[in-house]
């Protein structure tokens, strides 16, 4: 997991719930560092540098689309 890359960072662990699910139902490896300490202690968040999602750079373009969908869910037609 030491070539695994940073490709975002969230202040709250809420904030990952739904994006794990989309990662599990792709198969795309990836971990949240920082994840359980700011789950005990919330307010270090800013010392620690958030939560980072981390993944393997060959999965870079898959999650960037998925995250991209998250931050614009709604479609008018």
Do not use: W
Request: glycine fraction near 2%; hydrophobic fraction near 40%; avoid cysteine.
């Amino acid at each position: 997991m030491e070539s695994f890359k940073t490709i975002a960072i969230f202040n709250y662990q809420h904030e990952t719930v739904v994006l794990k699910h989309l990662l599990e139902q792709e198969h795309i490896p990836y971990y949240f560092e920082n994840e359980m300490t700011l789950s005990v202690v919330p307010m270090y968040t800013s010392a620690l540098g958030g939560i980072k999602l981390r993944i393997h750079p060959n999965d870079f373009e898959r999650v960037q689309q998925i995250l991209d969908n998250l931050n614009n869910p709604l479609t008018i037609v």
